[in-house]
Each structure stands twice: as structure tokens, then as C-alpha cells.
T-cell receptor
Framework: GQNIDQPTEMTATEGAIVQINCTYQ??????LFWYQQHAGEAPTFLSY??LDGLEEKGRFSSFLSRSKGYSYLLLKELQMKDSASYLC??????????WGAGTKLIIKP | IAGITQAPTSQILAAGRRMTLRCTQD?????MYWYRQDLGLGLRLIHY???????GKGEVPDGYSVSRANTDDFPLTLASAVPSQTSVYFC????????????FGPGTRLTVL
């Protein structure tokens, strides 16, 4: 079957760095997306990895290891507005996104 | 319109009633999707459409139907609502310059009593 594992909740301090891990098992693989979702709002696109390695985009970076079925999202210089859920979503052999339940990130001052 | 719109924003519905959730995009995206999101679960795909005139079933299609008469609109119909269909429904689209990324509408919060 297809499975996505992310921590349910994480807490971090404003100004710090946090890494949100995601492991996945899918039938085939065609890239992996990370989305941010604030409470009561729609998911918004953060990053996309299709090859192994690190993709950096401002304060956010995403890493992928296809052989390990593993990705992480790295958030630097945390701000209060980063409090949200972060959704890991690999794309399977049918090019459909398989969504994890998400990691709720709580930022404390 | 800019992006994807959904209507209504929220709705309370009696069980057994018929309901259509509307979704419109102005990005000329080929593909559109309907998801439901329930607490503690990931987004689950209900139906999708890769292009106007075609539709497909997702992970949880039972009790729902869709149509794709044109590029812009992708309505989702609950023929006879049941309480287990209480959820937040998101419409999304992908295509155009960035063919893989899905862009989401603001969602419809549906309560079936």
C-alpha cells in the first residue's frame, strides 16, 4: 500500500531552525511536493523535488533521497507566521499526489 | 477572478438533500481535482479531470459525482448527502506553465446533519 509518515506535531522557537521529516512508500515515484497550510485556509505550494538533493528557496529548503524514500523540509530563521501545518505529498506512478496527514508546527516566542 | 474560487464558503445541509459545490478557475489549467480533508487525515482525492470532457475516480469517489463541460468549471455533486460527508472540500487545478503544481481554492466547509 501507499503510506506517508510525518510527525504529528512539532514545537520550535522563533528565530531557530526546524527540520520536518517525511518518509514515504508509494507505487512508483514522480517527485515530491511540500505544501504549507495555515489553520482554516487552503494548502499553498512550497517546494518540489524530483531529483536527489537539496532545493533551497529563501528561508525554506527541501531535501530528497529517492533510494531511502525520505524527504525533509528545513525552515530557517523561524517567524511566528510559520506556525502552520506542513504537508508532504509524493506523486505516484499514476501521477496522483498521495498526501500525508501533515505536521503541525507551533512556533513559540 | 484570479486563481480558483469555490462556492459556497460553508453550508449546513440536511441528510438526504442534494448539493452541488462549485469550483471555477481562470488559469486555463487542464487538470482539476476535488479533495476532502478530515481532521487527522491527509487530503483524499474524490474525483479528478485531466482535461475538459474527461473525469476519473479518486480514492473516495462513492456518493459523489463530477462533470467537466469546459476548462474553467468543475462542480462536485452529492446526490443524497450523509453525515459522513461532513468535511472541508478543496478544489485544485494544475497545468499551464508549471504543469505539476496543484493550486487550491479556499475550500467549502460542509456539515451534513
Amino acid at each position: 500500500g501507499q503510506n506517508i509518515d510525518q510527525p504529528t506535531e512539532m514545537t520550535a522557537t522563533e528565530g531557530a531552525i526546524v527540520q520536518i521529516n517525511c518518509t514515504y512508500q508509494t507505487s512508483g515515484f514522480n517527485g515530491l511536493f511540500w505544501y504549507q497550510q495555515h489553520a482554516g485556509e487552503a494548502p499553498t505550494f512550497l517546494s518540489y523535488n524530483v531529483l536527489d538533493g537539496l532545493e533551497e528557496k529563501g528561508r525554506f529548503s527541501s531535501f530528497l533521497s529517492r533510494s531511502k524514500g525520505y524527504s525533509y523540509l528545513l525552515l530557517k530563521e523561524l517567524q511566528m507566521k510559520d506556525s502552520a501545518s506542513y504537508l508532504c505529498a509524493p506523486k505516484d506512478s499514476n501521477y496522483q499526489l498521495i498526501w500525508g496527514a501533515g505536521t503541525k508546527l507551533i512556533i513559540k516566542p | 477572478i484570479a486563481g480558483i474560487t469555490q462556492a459556497p464558503t460553508s453550508q449546513i445541509l440536511a441528510a438526504g438533500r442534494r448539493m452541488t459545490l462549485r469550483c471555477t478557475q481562470d488559469m486555463r489549467h487542464n487538470a482539476m481535482y476535488w479533495y476532502r480533508q478530515d481532521l487527522g487525515l491527509g487530503l483524499r482525492l474524490i474525483h479528478y479531470s485531466n482535461t475538459a470532457g474527461t473525469t476519473g475516480k479518486g480514492e473516495v469517489p462513492d456518493g459523489y459525482s463530477v462533470s467537466r463541460a469546459n476548462t474553467d468549471d468543475f462542480p462536485l455533486t452529492l446526490a443524497s448527502a450523509v453525515p459522513s460527508q461532513t468535511s472541508v472540500y478543496f478544489c485544485a487545478s494544475s497545468g499551464g506553465h508549471d504543469t505539476d503544481t496543484q493550486y487550491f481554492g479556499p475550500g467549502t466547509r460542509l456539515t451534513v446533519l
